[in-house]
């Protein structure tokens, strides 16, 4: 049974997630502070950890930043009722696995959870050979975006296709074994926010991930609405775009 640590100053959340968690076969142990959570990664192992943003003796972001000091490869999901696109990206750069907002639903958790127990040990690594086969499709219309996430990706060892538009990324993934797609928002013609909806009804297992070189966060959020992974903002941050994209591939890796 693995184990996992709720981090959560709330006693209504904390009780509510064990038990929902315990349904699923886990085993929860679950504590209200900082001070308390450090004291115990250091005696127990768990298999993930759960971690509010919000506690009464410190920040959620400094107990992450922490725990990674003692646990590289360990799954740590921030689980907030305050998540922001800013927030999501500073917990992604400090070492969380995941961030994900607590209007989801708990089959949903339940189903994140299991993903990354099983990936556990190629999340936080560079790709292995399993790895360098599996296919990253960029879709941009500018050339020089285009060139410039190919010679990132390519040097890691990941098979590379670009299409400039949203019609030639329709083409790529009926003919190719694509694992991750990277989609502009803005693009002439069949724009992001139509290609996913059109990639997704063909693909709905796809992972894909918006890039935007805005501020748009209402398309930002019709996005992941629809089901997008997550999205990066241009210029691209890459540690940060690595995170991500090393996440989706993981997880795709244990399907």
């Known amino acids: 049974m693995s184990k996992i640590l709720v981090v959560d100053d709330d006693i209504q959340i904390r009780e509510f997630l064990r038990r929902a968690l315990n349904s699923y ?4 142990t679950s504590v209200p502070s900082v001070a308390q959570a450090l004291e115990i990664i250091l005696h127990e192992p768990f298999e993930l950890i759960l971690l509010d943003l919000s506690l009464g003796d410190g920040s959620g972001l400094s107990v992450l930043k922490k725990i990674r000091e003692y646990h590289a490869k360990i799954p740590i999901f921030i689980y907030s009722g305050a998540v922001t696109p800013e927030i999501e990206k500073e917990a992604r750069l400090a070492g969380a696995s995941e961030v994900l907002s607590k209007s989801i639903g708990i089959p949903q958790l339940a189903e994140q959870i299991k993903k990354f127990i099983q990936v556990k040990d190629r999340i936080l690594r560079s790709p292995d050979p399993e790895g360098r086969e599996k296919c990253i499709l960029i879709v941009d219309d500018e050339e020089s975006v285009r060139g410039t996430l190919k010679n ?16 030639k990324a329709l083409q790529f993934v009926d003919s ?34 918006m890039a935007t070189g805005k501020h748009d966060d209402e398309r930002v959020k019709k996005a992941l609405e629809l089901g997008a992974y997550g999205y990066v903002l241009k210029p691209f941050d890459f540690l940060y775009l690595d995170l991500v994209v090393m996440s989706k591939l993981a997880m795709a890796g244990s399907a």
Do not use: C
């Not at 991750?180 to 297992?205: A, N, S, W």
């Open 25 to 28: 076969g886990y085993e929860v």
């Open 152 to 167: 990132f990706f390519k040097n890691k060892g990941y098979k590379i296709l670009e299409a400039e538009n949203g019609e």
């Open 176 to 209: 190719e074994p694509v694992s991750v797609v990277l989609l502009d928002v803005h693009m002439p013609g069949m724009d992001g926010i139509t290609t996913l909806q059109k990639l997704l009804e063909r693909y709905p297992k796809l992972g894909i991930v």
